[in-house]
């Protein structure tokens, strides 16, 4: 097996946001506890990726997810990437990411940051708009938001990446376009953009119920994705997936690699882990966690199933499928029944064949969804 990257999720959050229904604990006393939890999966872990016993897995990437991993000081991180060093090769030129909530990235966090080898750091931002921010239970201010990304730059960051949220209660397509400007204005490497969505049960999606907000509608959603991709693609930016904007040479590489098909390691409560062949993730169970109980659950898809995962994938970013690599993955029928269901999107002008690869538009991506059921094996 050749490279590979390494998932590490922290599973604890100061404070649930309104909107979120990710694996997160309070945060409490656990960090040193869990460090050491950690550690002991990743010895467990290791040979995961590699099928030789004294194989030694080669990392391009590292992505701490979350949760919030800026929950952790800098020694708890720095133990992490002691035993990384340790158990894997890390790569000179290894892109090692970093999520972070900007009222973490205060002036003594970053000083001691620096003494790591994070050099990607992902800002969960949403808004910069503070009452947008307020509803849906941010800790943060815009300002503190803008400093922030201001301070991680005073400190070296040239790699960094925030995110930004559409359809957010009350808001419009005037004040997404100031949180957009204000983004522009930061002039960060990467931008993430997502349409709310609410699974049931998480306070957001009560309060919705209760009829105290409403939901933004298709057509202001649409309007929100369509200033998005304008205004940051003639800013420079590659729209090279759905969701994710980068200025040129600063892909995610950590997540262009998950929709590549590339093998990960996960590590922590409900992370997810890949071999290039069968699945298995994590039981979301902190408590079994802490005890070094670590419950699995497996998976190895049948053709079918890797198919849909490749058309899921692939088509959601700007390279599409290769028809090469669809045809000696999958054999003629399957090559044969994905560019029939094609057909009728290409006539309609959302997807085109280009180089020997099926790609969607991006002007078409609102649709990518509809495309992707219909070319999907059911
Ligand atoms: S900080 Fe992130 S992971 Fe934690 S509750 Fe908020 S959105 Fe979810």
Known sequence: MDTSGLYIHIPFCRRKCAYCDFYSRAFGDHGDEYVTALLAEMDESRRFLTSKPEGRPRLTTVYFGGGTPSLLSAAQLARIFEHITQSFTLLPEAEITLEANPDDLKEDYLEALGSLPVNRLSIGIQSFIDSELAFIGRRHTAQQ????????????????????????????????????????????QHISAYLLSLEPGVPLHRSLRQGRWQEAGEELSTAMYRRLHERLTAAGYEHYEVSNFARPGFRSRHNSAYWQGRPYLGLGPSAHSFDGHGRR????????????DFQREYDNPNPEERYNELVMTRLRCLEGICLEQLHQSFGQDLYDTCLASA???????NMHLEGGRLVIDPDSWLVSDEIIRDLMQV
């Open 145 to 188: 938001a803008i400093d922030a990304v201001r301070r991680c730059k005073e400190h070296g960051y040239d790699n960094i990446s925030i995110d930004l949220m559409m359809a957010l209660p009350g808001q419009t397509l005037e004040s997404f376009d100031q949180s957009l400007s204000q983004a522009l204005d930061l002039g960060v």
């Open 343 to 349: 057909q009728k999107w290409i006539k309609a002008g």
């Open 281 to 292: 993730w994590n039981v979301p169970d902190l408590a079994a966690y802490l005890r070094h």
